[in-house]
């Protein structure tokens, strides 16, 4: 059975037979979640059939494809998108009618898969998404994480963590590969020993290991017939069966093994933009590389004798640092057990990896401790030293750089292996993921590299894919827009530029706003059931969902909250559009600051939520446990899109793409991707506000900067910040937020306000008061968020992996025809 000759019938009687045989129950005996997994079992059989053909035309074909190396995949639920790309979803709701089952309710069952922290997790699911529509041969490899982002619950205003038991039930769409197994080592000694050819062999003794077993989940192409692969490993211990047998120094060392690889998967790390130099952190990302690895040298051996052709076939694609010991690990198989020359195995090595960096925040960079890492992995490191020692002969000999200045650009300095540089160093291509980050880059960051590499570096912005984001997330406006411009959009983004002829248009206008009016009750109603707040549907919606983060200055937002309703105190008649603030934000576990913000929103909504006497002017929202499936309802509900982080901070940014795609404006400064946002949509059907990234630069670099002197002169801000210390949010505990009013003013040992919320405070009030003007016009407003929609294409993941594919991993397209 495919896609195409799936019927109504067929697919019912593999519903219905499902059920049978996984629980011995018929349809009405039948719990919701059952009736998903049956489901999903169902979708599955049409997509195994697919992707044993694609498998079979890769074997056949034998096309370059890129392994796509990510500590997250993000993916969130995997039914509905399935069926949406497979483009059954009409022959599924059809049978979910007959049998009086609401297929959303069913969708709802399935857990949301959150094996990721943001931007960057996501971005690699959507690459994913896109690489399979655009036939491209692509495996996704990662990790298996029993737990993954924890489940975030608001208690008394404050962030708790839950474990998500994502696998509880188990996951109806993956295959274990038990075949597929491979053994990665840790610990241990590494003895050289000389062969009689005079080269040095390294045999690695003493060490513990465990076993790396993938399971694969499918990633199903629109409209084609391609399913790729994401490969996801599990760890299991070695030899765990013949436990008893052990003598008792064996079996100490069975058990350290067998917990060892318990341990290894157990959880995704919840910090995000924020690196600590853990040990089970290094495991994790050399655990799951050198499976990688290991496993797609052993494929192309049995495929190709000469190992010389690798960078003609393979791709490591290395998502940010966390992957980057596929480096030494290749040259590690390469020199180990191939037996090249180093300068050989170089040569593949640095043909075969491409890297990204994704942030440029220094808190971020990892770097390892030697100590630990020569430890941990004592056979990489030697290899790693050998890279760092190369490199610095060249810098010398080729750069002239003088001995005393090596120590900036080294690879391993003052006790640490910096693995940016390492990247750098080890990788064909270096890309920043939007103009402007890529530019810090270059001219700040890692401008060392740039001048030694120019070659090297280059840009590919980020990009969303519109099949989630739009087509299964905003149906009624995916069929507004297909109705006008037919449905090419959903594979070619910029066909949206064709909405353009409507945008004037009363009649257009007024459905275009109805169905944002649609997408905001259908918020509205998740607001209430999910947080008990009963928000007006018809004030404007005003949304900032991201992980919660300094730099990316939620506070600045409550803050102007506290401001406004200030003005609505002092104010009787203050003249305000009534205004709905909506927040999601999970903050790592481990941030204090970040958890103390969430409670400052949350106190600050409990107190004007409450207040009668200010006429539902201002309602703010503090969506709990902000994840991919709630925000295919909360992109679509937006009229305005906050995206307001310290210029040059934010590398790119993608919920700013998925905002405007659904037709918000973006309040925002001229930061990472909003920069093209603007360019692409106009700075007429924007509110850009801010300093430029070049300012802040310069301020970081003079620290010419004295929050005081703002607070001095501005009353409605001294105001604002006096309350975080009075007890006006929290009269029980007055001085609980007063580590925010110091952080801003005098900065305790590091800068004051490093985020230069109060320097941008004026210009972001200026920029809200712009937005509250402009919503009184229905019919600009209108247009604007038309424009915004339409001028979206440049945003689809599916232009991103383009590029990547012909600038970067030179892949052709491979496409799987079943119909032979
Ligand atoms: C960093 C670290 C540091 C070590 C500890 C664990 C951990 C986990 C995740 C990260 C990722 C930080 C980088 C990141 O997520 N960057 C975001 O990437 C998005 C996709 O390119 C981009 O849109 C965002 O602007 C950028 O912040």
Redesign the pocket.
């Known amino acids: 059975m495919t896609r195409w000759d799936l019927t109504a019938e067929e697919f019912k009687e593999a519903v219905l037979e499902n059920i049978k045989n996984q629980f011995r129950r018929t349809i009405d005996q039948a719990t919701k979640e059952q009736i998903f997994q049956a489901v999903a079992l169902a979708v599955k059989d049409i997509i195994v059939d697919e992707w044993i053909e694609t498998h079979k035309t890769y074997e056949t074909k034998d096309p370059k494809t890129v392994y796509y190396l990510s500590?997250?995949f993000l993916m969130g639920r995997a039914l509905g998108n399935s069926i949406l790309n497979l483009r059954v979803y009409d022959v599924v709701k059809e049978v979910m009618d007959a049998l009086d089952i609401d297929l959303n309710i069913i969708e709802d069952q399935e857990p949301d898969p959150g094996l990721g922290?943001?931007?960057?997790?996501?971005?690699a699911a959507c690459f994913l998404d896109s690489l399979a529509t655009l036939d491209y041969p692509a495996y996704g490899c990662g990790i298996r994480y029993r737990y993954g982002i924890f489940e975030q619950q608001i208690v008394d205003g404050y962030q708790v963590e839950r474990p998500d038991e994502w696998l509880k039930n188990g996951n109806p769409f993956e295959i274990k590969r038990e075949e597929y197994g491979v053994e990665v080592k840790f610990l241990g000694s590494v003895r050289v020993v000389k062969e009689p050819n005079g080269r040095d062999k390294f045999i690695h003794e003493n060490y513990q290991s465990v076993r790396a077993v993938p399971y694969d989940i499918p990633i199903v192409g629109y409209n084609n017939y391609t399913v790729n692969t994401l490969r996801l490993w599990d760890a299991e211990a070695i030899r765990k069966f013949d436990l008893e047998s052990f003598d008792r120094g064996e079996y100490h060392k069975a058990v350290e093994q067998e917990n060892l690889a318990k341990t290894i998967v157990e959880v995704l790390?919840p910090?995000?933009?924020?690196?600590?130099g853990k040990e089970l952190?290094l495991k994790q990302q050399y655990f799951f590389v050198s499976a990688t690895v290991q496993q797609v040298l052993r494929k192309f051996k049995q495929k190709h004798t000469h190992i010389g052709l690798l960078p003609e076939k393979v791709v490591f694609h290395i998502n940010?640092t966390?992957p980057s010991l596929a480096i030494p690990e290749l040259m590690r198989l390469l020199l180990d057990e191939e037996g090249l020359e180093w300068d050989e195995a170089w040569a593949l090595t640095t043909k075969t990896c491409a890297y990204?960096n994704?942030?440029i925040?220094s808190e971020?960079l990892?770097k390892w401790p030697v100590e630990l890492f020569s430890r941990l992995l004592p056979r990489i490191y030697m290899i790693v030293e050998e890279i760092n020692r190369r490199f610095n002969h060249f810098l010398i000999k080729d750069y002239m750089v003088k001995k005393e200045h090596l120590h900036r650009m080294a690879i391993i300095a003052d006790g640490d292996i910096r693995m940016a540089y390492m990247s750098i160093v080890g990788s064909y291509s270096v890309n920043g993921?939007?103009r402007l980050?890529t530019e810090i880059i270059k001219q700040e960051v890692l401008k060392d590299f740039y001048q030694v590499y120019p070659n090297k570096f280059n840009s590919k912005t980020?990009g969303i894919t519109q099949r989630r984001f739009l087509l299964l997330a905003n149906p009624a406006l995916a069929t507004f827009i297909t109705e006008r411009i037919g449905s090419g959009w959903v594979t070619d983004l910029p066909q949206l530029k064709g909405l353009e002829t409507y945008v004037d248009r009363e009649e257009d206008q007024k459905l275009f706003m109805a169905i944002k009016q649609h997408n905001k009750e259908r918020l509205a109603d998740y607001i209430k059931e999910h947080e008990g707040i009963n928000v007006d549907p018809h004030s404007i919606f005003d949304i900032q969902v991201k992980r919660l983060h300094e730099y990316k200055r939620q506070l600045m937002n409550i803050l102007h909250v506290m401001y406004l309703y200030n003005q609505l105190k002092e104010h009787s008649d203050y003249d305000m559009v009534p205004r709905t603030f909506i927040f999601g934000a999970k903050a790592a576990p481990g941030y204090r600051r970040a958890k103390l913000i969430i409670k400052l929103i949350n106190s600050v909504a409990d107190v004007i939520n409450n207040d009668p006497n200010i006429h539902h002017k201002i309602k703010v929202v503090f969506i709990e446990n902000y994840c991919v499936s709630n925000a295919q309802i909360i992109f679509s509900a937006a009229d305005v899109s906050e995206q307001i982080s310290t210029a040059s901070k934010?590398?790119?940014?993608?919920g700013n793409m998925k905002f405007m795609l659904n037709g918000a404006v973006t309040l925002g400064t001229m930061d990472?991707?909003n920069i093209e946002i603007v360019e692409e949509v106009g700075e007429e059907n924007s509110f850009i506000f801010g300093m430029s990234s070049q300012e802040v630069i310069r301020f970081q670099h003079t620290g010419a900067y004295n929050p005081w002197d703002i607070y001095n002169k501005n009353k409605d801000i001294r105001k604002v910040l006096i309350q975080l210390i009075n007890g006006y949010y929290m009269p029980d505990d007055p001085d609980l937020f007063r580590e925010i009013y110091d952080a801003l003013l005098d900065g305790e040992g590091q800068p004051p306000d490093p985020y230069y919320i109060l320097k941008d405070f004026e210009s972001y009030k200026e920029a809200q008061k712009k937005v509250d003007e402009a919503y009184r016009d229905k019919k600009r407003w209108a247009k604007m968020a038309m424009l915004n929609t339409a001028n979206s294409g440049k945003f689809s993941s599916d232009r991103t992996i383009e590029q990547y594919a012909t600038e970067i991993w030179g892949l052709q397209k491979t496409p799987v025809d079943i119909r032979k």
């Not at 934010?650 to 993608?654: I, K, L």
């Open positions: 500590m997250e922290n943001g931007g960057l997790g996501r971005l790390y910090n995000d933009n924020h690196y600590q952190r940010d966390h990204t994704h942030t925040m971020a990892e993921v939007a980050h980020n934010e590398a790119s940014g993608t990472g991707a």
